[in-house]
């Protein structure tokens, strides 16, 4: 195996662990909206998803639950 074969395989292995750690820090579950929030307006966020909830259904993710 020559040295660009080599990088090739370590390059794909380090992605292919990558995702999997990123894949397990999300809770498996079927949400309709993903919430992202500047870290002063988490209260904002929350109401919101809140709202969401109890107005629509819609199951919300929000980020800072990871």
């Known amino acids: 195996m020559d040295v660009s074969s ?3 395989e370590l390059y794909s292995s380090g992605i292919h662990k990558l ?3 990123l894949l397990n820090c ?3 579950n079927n949400y309709d909206i993903f919430i992202s929030y ?3 307006d988490v209260l904002i966020a929350k109401r919101v998803a809140c ?3 109890t107005e629509f259904g819609i199951d ?3 980020d ?3």
Request: glycine share 0%; no cysteine; charged share 20%.
């Open 38 to 40: 500047f870290h002063n």
């Open 64 to 66: 800072s639950t990871i």
């Open 51 to 53: 709202w969401l909830k």
């Open 6 to 8: 080599q990088n090739l």
């Open 19 to 21: 995702r999997s750690n």
């Open 26 to 28: 999300f809770p498996e």
């Open 60 to 62: 919300d993710f929000i």
